[in-house]
């Protein structure tokens, strides 16, 4: 991937992407889409994207949690979370299970 990559959108099976995100050497990267994946896990490495600004996930419906390690990316101000049945309830505010994990980022759209 480009140094310089600014903004990223997984569609589906992106292949090695879907499963790890390997940015050594992209520290620039502030938006990230991941929408209709089919794998019940985000992809690893979010930790290491620390110009993260905006992650959303759209339509993945097999989803599961969050990972731990986003609670490590403290540079993120929004979630987007729509249309994911199993992770939207796990990221309500204050009683859901992965509520922990985001409560640092600013601002949380759930839908």
Avoid at 20 to 36: D, E, R
């Amino acid at each position: 991937l480009p140094p310089l990559l600014e903004e990223l959108g997984l569609d589906g099976d992106a292949g090695s992407l879907s499963k790890s995100l390997l940015f050594k050497i992209n520290t620039s990267l502030k938006v990230l889409y991941i929408q209709f994946s089919p794998h019940s896990t985000l992809p690893q490495g979010l930790s290491q994207l620390k110009a993260l600004r905006t992650l959303t996930i759209l339509d993945c419906k097999s989803l599961m949690c969050i990972p731990d390690e986003l609670r490590h990316v403290t540079s993120l101000r929004e979630l987007y979370i729509t249309l994911c049945p199993n992770l939207g309830p796990r990221c309500k505010k204050d009683v859901g299970k992965d509520w922990s994990i985001i409560s640092h980022i600013p601002n949380i759209f759930i839908g």
